[in-house]
């Protein structure tokens, strides 16, 4: 059997791994996929304090990990299609080249 | 069985992940992202959270991952493939990451937490009750918001 702490573990070292690509990387589609780590973690902890603390017919951890996924899904949308707009105007999607409103 | 299947996963997604803020080629770094999401969903099976390892599978492998894919192809610059992929602050992160992964487990490794309840009720039914009933309100908004991001992607987007 599973101890919860053992799915936080993976939830943490999830989030912080998603963390790290989120803050290290140049390329800006690859810090939306840190991101996109770091949600997952997040519901991954939601799941697993529904099933081990609350396991109900609300299922109020798997509700919120609906609108989570459903939030995530937009995000990337919008996100992509920002970085596809930079890229037209600015010719490079490396974080560190966007400086037009640096002081 | 079930703690063997769970080393599965979780070494699955881990691994995964790990490789995907490693690799050096965006489009290799978005295939392990796609073995992380795949080993999520595994470990949303062992959590009896079926409907959710579906929509994972269906949302962020069929959906996320392609789209992540296509914004790789359409703004990859034949450039030097010696040129840095981190920034000059990538020990900064690397050093926030661990000490955050270090401070959430000495907060959550000591207490003690419940073992597994015996049964849950989760069916897609139950959710999709939960949905229309005391969440129909954050199910509508949550319609909004997927319209508005349609549209402002493809405003965005639009040449």
Known sequence: ?????????????????????????????????????????????????WRYINPDAALTGQAFAVFVITLAAAEVAVGLALIIAVYRNRDTVVVDDVNLMKG | MEFVLFILFAGMTLTGAILMVALHNLVRAVLAMILGFVGLAGLYLLLEAEFLAAIQVLIYVGAVAILVLFAVMLTQRVSDPNAPVNNNQAWLGFTVALGFFGMLSAVF????????????????????????????????????????ALLGAIILARE
């Open chain 1, 1 to 49: 059997m599973v101890p919860l702490a053992g799915y936080l573990f993976v939830s943490a070292a999830l989030f912080c791994i998603g963390l790290y690509g989120a803050l290290a990387r140049r390329n800006a589609v690859a810090i939306l996929m840190g991101i996109e780590m770091m949600l997952n973690a997040a519901v991954l902890n939601l799941i697993a304090f």
């Open chain 2, 109 to 148: 490794a000591p207490l003690k937490w419940p073992s597994l309840p015996e049964q849950s009720v989760s069916t897609v039914e139950n959710l999709g009750k939960q949905l229309i009933g005391p969440y129909a309100v954050p199910f509508e908004a949550a319609s909004v918001v997927l319209l508005v």
